[in-house]
């Protein structure tokens, strides 16, 4: 594990026209309201693990369980799912529209998701009245595919990676007068994106009436950084500067804390990772934003570390991916980082299991 100290922390990155504009909400507005009442989606647990945080060498260990979240077994069900019943609100308000299930008749959502994106924007799209076209490369499991296509989505391969889907999704979008709702930002696309983070505030209102005392201590794992960024504005909502934010990404892919290094947006390729859903090599200009502003450090980790977190859990009945462990991985190998991590016998440390078992 390789950690960076944030030097850009409590007051972000300087503003250039290479980092999106906007910023991420800091609480939910009534949109929240409506979308867990019409989807029925109801609070995740949070695990209390005495065990585990004696194991290692922690205070308390607090883990936010995502795997059944919306039937879909990811904390994505809140993002892109959240976004399009927060268009279906506003043209309900607005007096546009009166049911929920048909207020977006006639609109079609498209992305490219090599997991859990595409799956929360087809059962979003089938809840709300709308259509959805999830772009997936070769290397995404048909397996995969039929599952996008069992929540009502249209299925097209494109390209060898997902940034050939992302691309070939973006010009069918542009194309065919279709709505692009990416759960990444960069110049001139933010507002998609910061609706998927926002969805994620959902997971902080609920930890902080489920926590029995504040945490002094979060690991966010983080791919092009939506649910860092999300978590993240709720633990200083919540908490203030008295938690200490660490995101985690892999070896392979570190776009945060590369980006951070080089105080702007950059490229980080590298091999490929089996932290797949973490595997992007560019950052949501968004979330690096936020986070540059307010994570404490940014944290690498390797695809063995990954893979022994996940045997570790399973052994404790907790099953999961090496993208879903990555976080809980961080503090795992932790062991000759405490004073990196600011960690202590003290700590009470919140973690997020963010996704199920790929094989059930």
């Not at 019943?85 to 977006?104: V, Y």
């Not at 929360?120 to 772009?135: D, K, P, Q, T």
């Not at 307010?294 to 695809?303: K, L, S």
Request: proline share 6%; charged share 20%; aromatic share 6%.
């Amino acid at each position: 594990m390789k950690t960076l100290a944030n030097a850009w922390f409590g007051n972000g990155l300087d503003t250039t026209p290479e980092i999106a504009s906007g910023d991420i909400s800091r609480s939910l507005g009534p949109a929240r309201n409506f979308f867990t009442d019409v989807t029925g989606v109801t609070p995740s647990p949070l695990l209390d693990l005495p065990a585990r945080a004696a194991e290692l060498g922690i205070e308390a260990l607090y883990i936010k369980d995502e795997r059944n979240r919306l039937g879909l077994g990811s904390f994505k069900a809140l993002g892109a799912a959240y976004a399009i019943a927060k268009q279906a609100f506003a043209k309900i308000e607005a007096g546009a529209a009166k049911d929920p299930e048909s207020a977006l008749n006639g609109t079609t959502f498209v992305c490219a998701s090599a997991g859990n994106h595409g799956l929360s924007l087809a059962e979003g799209a089938r809840i709300f009245g709308a259509s959805a076209v999830v772009f997936v490369s070769e290397t995404v499991p048909e397996a995969f595919a039929d599952r996008l296509r069992d929540r009502g989505a249209q299925v097209v391969r494109a390209g060898a990676i997902y940034e050939d889907s992302m691309a070939e999704a973006e010009r069918q979008a542009s194309a065919n007068g279709w709505q692009l709702l990416s759960d990444s930002t960069w110049p001139d696309m933010t507002a998609p994106g910061r609706d998927v983070m926002e969805g994620y505030l959902i997971m902080g209102a609920e930890i902080e009436e489920q926590i029995p005392e504040p945490p002094t201590h979060v690991f966010l794992q983080a791919g092009v950084g939506g649910l860092a960024a999300g978590c993240a504005s709720s633990a200083r909502t919540s908490w203030g500067n008295e938690v200490t934010i660490i995101v985690v990404e892999p070896e392979a892919a570190p776009a945060l804390q590369a980006s951070i290094a080089a105080g702007r947006p950059v490229v980080a390729p590298g091999p490929v990772s089996n932290m797949g859903r973490l595997d992007c090599k560019e950052p949501s200009h968004l979330a690096l934003k936020f986070l540059a502003r307010e994570a404490n450090t940014f944290a690498t980790i390797t695809d063995e570390e990954a893979d022994g977190t996940v045997t570790w859990l399973k052994d404790h009945d907790l099953a999961t991916t090496p993208s879903g462990a990555a976080g809980i991985a961080a503090l795992h190998h932790a062991r000759g980082k405490f004073e990196d991590l600011g960690l202590t016998a003290q700590s009470r440390v919140l973690c997020y299991l963010s996704e199920g078992p790929e094989h059930g």
